[in-house]
């Protein structure tokens, strides 16, 4: 009885208990065994051996997710439980993201980068990885307008944040839509729909080529901050006052002001 209960269980957790026990899945624990089923170590979850289409993963219907780190992820994820069904990627719930939505409790890292980061992680990708996905979105003009066919609002103003946060990332659309676009009565909401299908689809290209081809990815600081860049991780290394132990982000828009820094010209906004 309460073996048959356990399989019951488990068929609705992976949606198809014969195909998975044929494939002879490790993750599955032998039906004697009694205590938690043991998920991958992180770092080790599997890929597609052909990857996932990024147009397609990105652009599926997001039913039953809500929130850029929950959608974002998502998508990845959902592709990911109908390509490997016999992996432990169906036993994540898409909410477990939910930490990262609207950029956490502090809108700080952008949660459309917090939930293909944890499909990153889990996978064991490399961190010059992360941080090409990172500087890719401080670059990227949001939202592009591929997805706008889902949303009943098109051509949705974009903006360049320059920072990975959500606060920088929605401020900065803010300024541009509410100044310049907003007539009062139709509030554009499709911004942060839009943009986790931007970044899951620049997320599962960057994986695609890294499982590929072993493409560990680039990060280089822009131009507008690699002398600052530069100098302070160097003082950093030297131990020096004014060294910086972390941070990629532009300096500039927050450290226009600093007077012994004088030329740093002021922040692009747009
Ligand atoms: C050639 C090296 C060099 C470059 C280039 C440089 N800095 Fe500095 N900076 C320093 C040093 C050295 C200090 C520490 C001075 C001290 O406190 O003794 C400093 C201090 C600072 C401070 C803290 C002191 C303060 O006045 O608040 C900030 C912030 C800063 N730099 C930001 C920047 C930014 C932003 C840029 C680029 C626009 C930049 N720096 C470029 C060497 C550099
Ligand atoms: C999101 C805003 C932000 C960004 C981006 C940023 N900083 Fe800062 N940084 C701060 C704040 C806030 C402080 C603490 C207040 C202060 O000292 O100005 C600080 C502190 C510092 C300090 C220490 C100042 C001291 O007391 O000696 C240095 C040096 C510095 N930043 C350099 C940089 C450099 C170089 C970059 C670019 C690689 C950078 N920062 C990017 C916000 C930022």
Redesign the pocket.
Known sequence: MNAKKGLDRRGFIIGGGAALAAAGCSFFRPRTQTGPVSLPAVGTWPWPENGLDPVETAGAQATGLSGCAVVSFGLIANRLKEALPGSAWPVLPPQLASFGNGGGPYGSDCGALQGPLLIMTLLGAPSTLKQEFYKWYCEFPFPSAEWDHLYPVKETVTTVSNSPLCHESRAVWEGVFLREVYDGTNYDNTRCSKLPRDCAKKAVQLINAWKATGYKGEWAPGEG?K??Y???TQ?YRDK???GIHSGKED??PC?AA????G??PPPEGR
């Open positions: 901050f002398a600052c530069d100098c302070h003082l020096q006052p004014g300096c500039v450290h600093v007077p012994e820094h030329e740093a």
